[in-house]
């Protein structure tokens, strides 16, 4: 490998500069050229292709979004775009590439890798819904960031004695809810993949908690689910209990990455520059039982994430 070619993809994380920086400065390390893609796969498209060195990285560790810009590229998932893309790639002399980003972007390196441009991808969405990995990029500052969120939507809904139902992201999956329902101590977490609730049982949940003294509710409703305004408006006329709803959005995908999503970034970006250097193709780099490792693509795509149930019932048995 002459020339690593790294790009973002996808919704961008807290922690993509890190792993950037770490797939830029280990590659140098190795004697390798680094060329940043803008844009992601639509940037590869409209050749925004800039060459690397140690300094374009300098001062980035601590922000949070990506320095290279991110986009989502329906041109990407067609063969015509992927042949295209790899085209660009030898043209500009890149015969390594870094993609970073969610399970969609991994489509496009299995297809690069195919095409003859040595390619691995790393896990970079704050969803943490990579069945490979039990690591994100960019997931641990989001669900910091949701948790004090809703540490000061807690305030005031108690010292209103209102009841919140407060929205976080993760496209389908339910991990940012979870964890941040579990952080902040919420009395009811909704998660798609366990969507048995009824809302009969949160109403009754909420009389009861208000007979036992609490001043406040917390439920935490998974984007997944959604519906958190509408929602809001059954349950006051429910229970009587004012009732608002909070949609947190986009502020959990920004601001600066905390320690550990710049560390494992860092980690995960140096491991990908080094499997790459020495000659690996269509691998994902993962966290899995306290190491990181990498895995085949496809048998990266083909596994499967649960929310463990310990987990959940935890998470209502300290709601009590
Ligand atoms: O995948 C990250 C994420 O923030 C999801 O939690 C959310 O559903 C989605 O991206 C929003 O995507 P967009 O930036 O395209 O609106």
Sequence with gaps: IKTIGVLTSGGDAPGMNAAIRA???????????????????QGLLNEEIIDMDARSVSDTIQKGGTILGTARCLEFKTEAGQKKGAEICRRHGIDGLVVIGGDGSYRGAQAMSRLGINTIGLPGTIDLDIACTEYTIGFDTAVNTAMQAIDKVRDTSSSHERCSIIEVMGRNAGYIALWCGVGTGAEDILLPEKYDYDEQQLINN?????KKGKTHHLIINAEGIGHSTSMAKRIEAATGVETRATILGYMQRGGSPTCLDRYYASIMGAYAADILCAGSSNRVVAYKHGEFVDYDIEEALAMQKEIPEYHYQVSKALAT
Excluded: L, P
């Design 206 to 210: 909420i009389i009861n908690n208000r």
């Design 23 to 41: 797939v830029v400065r280990k590659a140098i390390c190795n004697g390798v050229k680094v060329k940043g893609i803008k844009k992601g796969y």
